[in-house]
Structures are given as structure tokens and as C-alpha cells.
């Protein structure tokens, strides 16, 4: 099955639990550049889920995702493709999910869901710090966040705290000057 891994449509991808792996077809790779593969899904389902990169052409051993790094709900695979585009020695590779049940329902074995919606995302990574790509506009917005947050705290260090502190300050003052006041007139 040839998928581009595009984003998918807001309903997700579906597979069944304790059924038949789906294959995802990696196509149009560029040369020398590193990917993640996402998956993520929700946890109302408890699966377990296991995908890897499979040669769907020949018997090569598998590239597994780690199973020590372990993301909630979502799991992830990166991988460098070489200088002719292709994922480490893998002729046809592609991306193999499965999904196991991971508890048994309280009425039961065979209740429950019986298909887990997930999703699942090809990503190119920057070439030096390993981001992905679609990733870039949140990094943005947290440094956007972080320089307005220095400024206005400087702003207020030097401008607003220090005439908050006069006026808190003075108040007290101000009162006790107006109480003993009405003392030396009585």
C-alpha cells in the first residue's frame, strides 16, 4: 500500500486490535536526511502499539522503535536515509503497525473497542539540531514568549515596581502623617 504520509483527515487511520499489521509504503525519501515517524493515539483505547521500518521486498531485519523511550500515548521512529535516498540499506522499506490490547474489559475478553483510531506522521528533521520540521512555528512562539517575557519584566523592574513601592509606601505615611495631625488639633 503506497502512502505519502500526508496529514491525515481529522477522523485519523484505523486498525484493528489483535488483527493484522498495516504497512505505510516510505516513498520519495530525500538523500542524506534524517525522519521521525510518529504515531500517536488515544488513551480511552489502551493498546499496545509496535511499529518498525521493514524491507517489504527482501527478509532484512527490522528497525524497531526503542520501547525504553516511552511518550504517553505516542511513539516515534527516526531514521537517516543515505546519499542515494534510501533508509539504511533497505531497498523497499516501509513502515509496519500493529495494535495489541493492552487490558482485558470489564465485561469481558471480546467487549471493548475492537479498533484503535490513530495517527500517524512522517517528519523531516532539521539536519543539525534534530527537530522536525513541522515543529519550527512552536519554537517561534515559545522565543517570541520568552523575549517579551524579559522584556516587560525589565520594564516593569525599573518603571512600574519601583513607583508601586513609593505609593505602597507613602500611603502608610500619609496616614500616620494625617493621624497625628488630628491629634495636634485636638
Known sequence: ????????????ELIDL???????????????????????????IPAF???????????????????ARRLLDCEKLIFATDSNGA??????????VTAKRRSVHRDGPTAGASKLVYN?????????????LDSIPVVVAVVAAVLIALVWSLYW???????????????????ADSSSASKRDN
Open 1 to 12: 500500500m503506497r502512502v505519502d504520509f500526508k496529514p491525515v483527515s481529522e477522523q485519523g
Open 18 to 44: 489483535d488483527g493484522d499489521a498495516r504497512a505505510y509504503q516510505l516513498v520519495d525519501l530525500k538523500p542524506s536526511t534524517g525522519y521521525e515517524v510518529r504515531l500517536s493515539f488515544p488513551a480511552s
Open 49 to 67: 502499539i509496535k511499529f518498525q521500518i521493514v524491507d517489504s521486498s527482501a527478509a532484512a531485519p527490522p528497525l524497531r522503535s526503542k520501547p
Open 87 to 96: 533508509v539504511q540499506g533497505f531497498a523497499n522499506p516501509a513502515v509496519l
Open 120 to 132: 500517524i506522521v512522517l517528519a523531516e528533521l532539521l539536519p543539525v539540531v534534530g527537530l522536525p
Open 157 to 175: 523592574s525599573r518603571s512600574i515596581f519601583p513607583r508601586l513601592l513609593l505609593w505602597l509606601t507613602a500611603a502608610p505615611a500619609a496616614a
